[in-house]
């Protein structure tokens, strides 16, 4: 059955915003899909309202909305474009339940638009989970012991049959949200109301605890034929009861005898027969009991996902390819395994172990509970390959890039007794977060005391477990003790015992002798985990591995197990004993990844890595890409001519670099794109003798080193705010009282504002600089950065492109937000919306000469603060900064391409660029934060980066932009209702311009007093409210009775902040718009005028196409 | 653990494999092969199909699970395998249903294995330069090579008298627990009246036996020897020519004995089953340079057009080409457009070339048990 004829527009929905549950994954699913639905010849039409992803490239599709994803916009693009069909699985539940609602509101048929990929009934009965159970028995499959309740009332009568610990399973909601494992009576009631409040349909399950259970994972396809196929199974190393998307994964399956095998996969083809779904990928979840085997089916996505990305990263079956093409009406057995030209419809079968490890960003969510659970926490992901299990468990322990250079002890940097101790508990929406303090310190540990608080520790899955776990076998703990502490499989703890035996036989032998060398490389063990046992240094590792001729070799992922030769040259690094990785004679170039996603380095840097790679093969240079996070765009093997998937350290980049210069002409590595991660290895590859391509690591370094960049400051004239270093804390007060409060607090070399701070006092600042030493502990640079902090300037951001001898302007934003938010969680808006010309020319003429002067050859951002007309500068980044892919969107500009050419030696003028003409239209980019997924944790903004992802809003007028974007992140603004201020003094006299506009349009302004009696006196009508102290019925009352639509609230400093905790949180809690600072309210009531007042009443949707053809005058 | 002795793995064509010694001391020669599945190791060992062949497993953690007396392949459940060879032995086994270490079980069955070699280059270097046979041993390397090359060529070699039984026997055993329907989608069927099956058993797997006792089947398993006129005396309703090791060609008093058979009993055969009838049909046989063994391996059904994923274990293929006359193709090898199913509907006869009864690997061809037995059901209503 080939290619359907009855279709010829096909409408792709992507997945929004990164949010935790939902990242990259989707861009990668969503890219696959369109290209190969474009190469079949169908006319695309792409909506995503995330403007960091390759899949809203303006090249890829024909039509790409970069607008919200609600039914409302999705509605008015079907209007527009009329699409044949709609293919909503490659854009995860965000694009399924787009789906469901285009369904039922009766615009799919309104407009005959088929859903191809997915049939209504199958989303329901797939997400539904009563229907699920239903499909589940007559399927003959069992499943856990559950049952659906709508009310407390009903949770408490199931409860009965299933007994404690029960799971929390709310209905429709994505990774998990809401979810909660509930251990006694006590806390069942208030766990399940959260549950039914995540719950769209205000409906959750509770279910039979399996927790400790084995849980495996199988990524299927089925095709119209009912042909089906198992592309890899995966085995969660973190038993039942942890989400799986944080759980430490392994492929395949390791410990489980064919016979059980089997009988998951005629389990899994059965549920997709029953589910219904006729074409495409689906995940099927299990939980296996290790006593007696006993299988349960627990959950299955009829749509591409998280694990089908890893899937398909882990065995080269290109899952998502694959699901778009059968969804327009191939089969399996037209379609060809693009690796080995073989047919398509195989089971992959794999000769190594891949390890997945979810990473954690707990240091950023002071007061969350780090315990892991049902509900998914990890904000990304690193993959690895190895040819043995614990081999691909180092790599990824180092490919974490958490500070940990393998499987390492935490001796040392966690005292295991003060992890042991009980957290306090505390009401995590009333109350705020404790301030967080330096840990006390103890008197070192006796080996028993170790080893009972290591064993206290290892019951309760959390981020750094594993490490524990290995640390338990190293404290005299047996394999059996640990999986009876854990419920983790004995044959993964005896690897990890295997491990340590090593470790010890190494630092015992005589010397490093090629057998014991070579055994303990073939362990996955990196040179400087062997340095450290070793007692020298990574440098005399290498010495001796080359003495040895102990080197990695390269293997090639291919589906196969080496049946069929591969032609993609996809690798992994192994200490085996032959090299596939055949490399080639051409003009090479390297270009580094940024690892895995964490909060200030994600999608957008690998959004640059791909259009370095683009842009290197427009000049018909070859192309290496190097990452390991499986996620990715720039992981898959179609992006890249040749691609590693390793670690990012020293020792495995300059492997592939070896390697990949043995042969041909290795022009050099680009450094400049995957964010801090490459860049931290610029000046050791340097040193090693490889060439960086672009930016010297010297002009990366005179940027970073803050002396060194004063200098640089003083002697072009510019003014910065007063700054020095410390490194220590009595320094430190020394410069903040010279400089003056309030200072601005941070670490130097660490990326996403981490342990940054705004300190008002002496006792703020002698709080926190123990706590920002302790957050640079990881990176080996104790050095403490201290800045006069500009209270009430307008932040800008700037990135431009040099050649090094001229240097042109990518885009100026201007952040809504003032400076003191982090500029990557700050809204920003392109052009400049309030700045004067004169402004923006002085800030694009100091940028211009700092890239010149610094001898910038590639990108760099600026970020100036601007501040009664004077123009500070903040910080350069001679590097892709996290806006880039924004400007590329706003502006039709692929800068990151630009730069890519200029770094191989094109000059500006031989690519003919200058400063791009101003749009005629206004971007907006907002943030979006992960705060819902964090119980008790305060939403307010400061300095420390904490949003995940980002939209963008593109409209003819700033407040329609902004508008679109605060959409986009999922409020919905009413345009009437109760709006309820309360703000610092500093903000009065805004605030009450902004709450005379809000009554204009029709809005009840609610405040606390001090607010409420500003108000009063520009006479406009105030309605008065206790705040929290002041007791009952106060504000948050009435944030809980509905009563309150817009929230507005600002504080200054400590005690204020905490004491206005609990009106943050509810508003988060019952998903009311809430705007922290002045500008941003000043902005949302912008837009509401703008709708209120606008003549036409619908929402205006344009491609991007249309707003850069518009601004080039076409 | 012995695994600390080096050993080696030595190639007829002079190539060397370092590793270390794991399972029984000693040395062992057999044609050299691999197969890519990465469930089911014990099914493997145990299979009489690779009686006589140094085996090795691409899925580099082999032991996982331990040893258990329901998974082997073989009636007597010992392991058919001339050699073992893994790229890292799991040191404990970790399974509900394990009985015994999978080393403890090569060492009691005098198992010669190597573990941590390098299995991917080795594999690599099959697929290239074809099955060969090799020799492992701690031995000289030059001393294995040249035991390697005295080894006697797999072509024209009788396996099958090595593994068939040496007289008649029953078999009850059904699937058990792990029994699943062989057409999961379909209602569930009357209940057949319970038919007597001859089985020429070449080297059968048991769980090929399990799946026709769970069809309905009495079974008299029958050396691979017994003459046609004596199967008839038997009265069966149906005949299953079995699995085995070798070379089809080396077994032509078999391919006699079908001929005999052919249009008098409806007959099934898989795998050496399926080479012998195509024989017995007038077609040819060749060996592979590299073989099918794996259970991820694409079937296309001609009649239905679907695909199913099988296990395969075989190193002589059925020429397509020469399949012709009163026997046609049915199923064919996905990727390399191989033989693997032909009928003869006239003779009702019908084989596959890959194993339906799985054990290990996928089941989705079970339901050529059921076509078997309709065609019993519809010969012995006549």
């Known amino acids: 059955m080939p290619r359907r004829d009855d279709i010829q527009k096909i409408l792709l929905i992507g997945s929004g915003p990164i949010v935790i549950g939902q990242a990259c994954e989707f861009d990668y699913s969503g890219t696959q899909g369109a290209k190969a639905l474009v190469e079949l010849g169908y006319e695309v039409v792409l909506v995503n309202s995330n403007p960091a992803t390759i899949m809203t490239d303006p090249e890829l599709v024909r039509r790409t909305y970069i607008e919200p994803l609600d039914h409302e916009t999705l509605a008015a693009i079907i209007e527009r474009e009329r699409p044949d069909a709609l293919l909503p699985t490659l854009g995860g539940q965000t694009a399924l339940n787009l789906a469901l609602e285009l369904h039922e509101s009766g615009v799919l048929s309104k407009f005959s638009v088929k859903l191809i990929g997915a049939s209504v009934d199958a989303i329901r009965k797939a997400e539904d989970r009563a229907l699920f159970k239903e499909a589940m028995t007559t399927a003959g499959l069992e499943s856990p012991r559950s049952g659906f309740a709508k009310s407390i009332e009903e949770a408490l009568e199931i409860v009965q049959h299933t007994g404690y610990p029960a799971i929390l399973r709310p209905s429709f909601t994505m990774g998990g949200a809401g979810g909660a494992v509930v251990d006694s009576p006590a806390e069942f009631e208030e766990k399940v109301a959260w549950a039914l409040q995540q719950s769209p349909t205000t409906e959750v399950l509770v279910e039979e605890s399996i927790i400790g259970w084995k849980e495996f994972e199988l990524e299927v396809i089925r095709d119209r034929a009912d042909n089906f196929i198992v592309v890899c199974s995966i085995e969660n190393i973190d038993p039942m009861g942890v989400h799986t998307g944080d759980s430490i994964t392994v492929a395949p399956a390791m410990t489980l005898t064919d016979r059980e095998f089997q009988r998951l996969r005629d389990a899994a083809r059965s549920v997709m027969h029953e589910i219904g779904v006729e074409t495409g990928g689906s995940n099927v979840q299990f939980a296996l009991n290790p006593a007696d085997g006993r299988v349960l089916v627990i959950e299955m996505n009829p749509r591409v996902s998280r694990s089908s990305a890893l899937a398909s990263k882990a065995t080269g079956y290109p899952i998502a390819k694959v699901a778009a093409k059968l969804a327009v009406g191939f089969t399996l057995d037209e379609l060809e395994n693009d690796i080995t030209g073989t047919s398509a419809a195989f089971e992959p079968t794999i000769d190594y172990v891949v390890v997945k490890w979810p990473r954690f960003a707990f240091e950023k969510f002071p007061g969350a509970d780090a315990r892991l659970g049902t509900q998914m926490k990890s904000v990304g992901e690193a993959m690895s390959i190895g040819r043995t299990f614990i081999e691909a468990l180092q790599k990824a322990a180092r490919s974490l890039e958490t500070g940990k250079d393998g499987l390492v002890s935490l001796h040392g940097r966690s005292d295991y007794r003060l992890l042991a101790a009980k957290p306090t508990t505390r009401d995590l929406v009333n109350e705020a977060p404790a301030e967080p303090r330096p840990p006390p310190t103890l008197p070192p540990p006796s080996q028993s005391e170790i080893r009972a608080a290591v064993e206290g520790v290892i019951g309760t899955a959390t981020a750094d477990r594993l490490f524990y776990v290995a640390d338990a076998l190293r404290a005299g703990m047996t394999v059996d003790e640990v999986n009876e502490a854990t419920a983790i499989d004995r044959w993964f703890l005896e690897q990890l015992r295997l491990m340590v035996e090593q470790e010890r036989t190494v630092a015992a032998a005589d010397e490093l002798d090629e057998e014991l060398l070579r055994d303990t490389k073939r362990l996955g063990f990196s040179d400087t985990q062997i340095a450290r046992l070793r007692r020298c240094t990574e440098e005399d590792v290498r010495a001796r591995r080359e003495e040895l001729g102990i080197r990695p070799v390269f293997a090639r992922v291919d589906t196969c197990a080496a049946e069929f030769v591969a032609r993609t040259p996809y690798m992994y690094s192994s200490y085996e004993s032959e090299s596939e990785s055949e490399v080639t004679a051409a003009k090479k170039v390297i270009i580094l990844g940024g690892g895995p996603n964490r909060i200030g380095q994600g999608i957008e840097f690998d959004y640059c890595c791909c259009h370095a790679v683009f842009a290197l093969r427009e000049l018909g240079i070859e192309t290496v890409m190097v990452n390991c996070n499986p996620e990715t765009v720039s992981t898959d093997y179609d992006t890249s001519d040749r691609l590693y998937f390793e670690p990012l350290t020293l020792e495995d980049v300059l492997a592939i670099c070896i390697e990949e210069a043995s042969k041909g002409e290795l022009l050099g590595v680009m450094v400049q794109f995957g964010g801090q991660t490459p860049l931290k290895l610029s000046a050791a590859l340097e040193k090693c003798g490889i060439k960086l391509l672009g930016t010297s690591a010297d002009a990366i370094d005179r940027a970073e080193d803050r002396e060194r960049f004063d200098a640089l400051l003083r002697k072009l004239e510019f003014e910065r705010p007063e700054a020095s270093t410390a490194t220590n804390v009595e320094d430190a007060l020394a410069i903040a009282r010279r400089i003056g409060y309030p200072v601005l607090v941070r670490p130097s070399y660490v990326l996403g504002g981490r342990g940054m701070m705004i300190c008002w006092h002496d006792e703020d600042l002698v709080a926190y600089a123990g706590l920002a030493m302790e957050a640079m502990r990881d990176v080996g640079s104790q050095v403490l950065l201290i800045d006069q902090f500009l209270t009430d300037a307008i932040e800008v951001d700037v990135d431009t492109v040099s050649d090094g001898k001229r240097a042109v302007i990518g885009g100026v934003m201007q952040h809504v937000e003032e400076a003191g938010v982090h500029s990557g969680d700050s809204a920003c808006v392109l052009p400049p919306h309030t700045l004067t010309a004169d402004v923006i020319a002085r800030i694009e003429s100091q940028a211009k000469a700092l890239a010149i002067e610094l001898g910038v050859v590639g990108l760099m951002n600026v970020q100036f603060a601007v501040k009664n007309d004077e123009v500070y500068i903040i910080e350069v980044n001679p590097r892709a900064s996290r806006t880039v892919p924004f400007v590329s969107k706003a502006t039709g500009r692929p800068l990151a391409k630009i730069a890519a050419k200029v770094m191989v030696g094109k000059t500006l003028d031989e690519l003919g660029v200058d400063d791009g003409s101003i749009p005629m239209h206004v971007a907006v980019k907002e943030s979006v934060f992960p705060f819902t997924k964090f119980p008790g944790v305060d939403t307010q903004l400061g300095p420390e980066m904490r949003s995940t992802g980002e939209v963008m809003g593109i409209a003819t007028t700033a407040p329609v932009a902004f508008g679109k974007a605060v959409a986009a992140i999922g409020f919905s603004l009413p345009t009437r209702g109760r709006a309820f201020i309360s703000v610092k003094d500093s903000d009065k006299g805004e605030a009450c311009q902004v709450a005379r506009r809000l009554r204009n349009l029709g809005y009840t302004i609610v405040a606390t007093r001090g607010t409420a009696e500003a108000i009063r006196l520009t006479r406009v009508p105030c309605e008065m409210v206790n705040k929290v102290q002041e007791g009952s019925p106060h504000v948050v009352d009435a944030i809980n009775s509905g009563a309150i639509q817009i929230v507005v609230n600002t504080t200054l400093g400590g005690q204020e902040i905490r004491d206005s905790y609990s009106i943050r949180r509810s508003a988060l809690l019952a998903n009311i718009p809430y705007f922290t600072t002045m500008p941003a309210a000043v902005a949302v009531t912008a837009s509401l005028e703008a709708r209120v007042y606008a003549t036409a009443g619908s929402r205006r949707v344009r491609s991007v196409q249309e707003w850069h053809a518009r601004m080039n005058g076409h | ?382």
């Not at chain 2, 070699?117 to 041993?137: A, E, K, P, V």
């Open chain 2, 1 to 382: 653990m012995t695994a600390t002795r080096k050993a080696r793995l030595a190639l007829a064509d002079g190539t060397v494999f370092e590793g270390r010694a794991w399972g029984a001391d000693g040395h062992t020669t057999g044609e050299v092969v691999f197969t890519t599945g990465m469930t089911g190791y014990q099914e493997v060992l145990t299979d009489p199909s690779y009686h006589g062949q140094i085996v090795t497993m691409t899925a580099p953690h082999i032991g996982n699970t331990g040893v258990n007396d329901a998974d082997p392949e073989s009636l007597d459940g010992k392991p058919h395998v001339a050699g073992y060879v893994v790229r890292d032995p799991s040191p404990i086994p970790s399974s509900w249903r394990s009985q015994q270490t999978l080393e403890a079980h090569l060492a009691e069955h005098g198992i010669v294995g190597i573990g941590g070699i390098d299995t991917r280059r080795l594999t690599r270097h099959l697929r290239d330069h074809g099955s060969q046979n090799g020799c492992i041993g701690t031995e000289e390397a030059s001393d294995l090579v040249d035991r390697a090359r005295a080894a006697p060529d797999m072509n024209g070699l009788d396996l099958v008298a090595r593994v068939t039984p040496t007289s008649a026997y029953e078999f009850e055993e059904s699937r058990g627990d792990w029994a699943v329907p062989f057409k999961p989608h379909d209602p569930p069927r009357a209940k057949r009246p319970r038919r007597h099956i001859a089985v020429l058993d070449f080297g059968v797997k048991r769980h090929i036996l399990r799946c026709l006792v769970d069809a309905g089947c009495r079974i008299t398993g029958l050396p691979a020897s017994t003459p046609a006129k004596k199967i008839l005396e038997l009265e069966p309703d149906g005949v299953f020519l079995s699995n085995g090791p070798g070379d089809p060609a080396a077994v032509q008093y078999a391919v006699a004995t079908i001929r005999d058979l052919l249009g008098k009993k409806p007959i099934f055969g898989i795998c050496l089953g399926h080479q012998l009838l195509a024989q017995a049909l007038g077609a040819k046989t060749h060996k592979l340079k590299f073989g099918h063994r794996g259970l991820n391996q694409p079937v296309k059904d001609l009649a239905t057009g679907r695909i199913e994923i099988t296990t395969q274990n075989h190193g002589f293929v059925v020429d397509v080409e020469s399949i012709s006359g009163q026997a046609r193709t049915t199923h064919l090898h996905l990727n390399d457009g191989t033989s693997e199913g032909l009928e003869a509907p006239d003779a009702g006869a019908f084989s596959v070339q890959y194993h339906p009864e799985a054990a290990a690997g996928p089941h989705d061809s079970l339901y050529l048990f059921e076509r078997f037995l309709d065609a019993v059901d519809e010969s012995a209503g006549h």
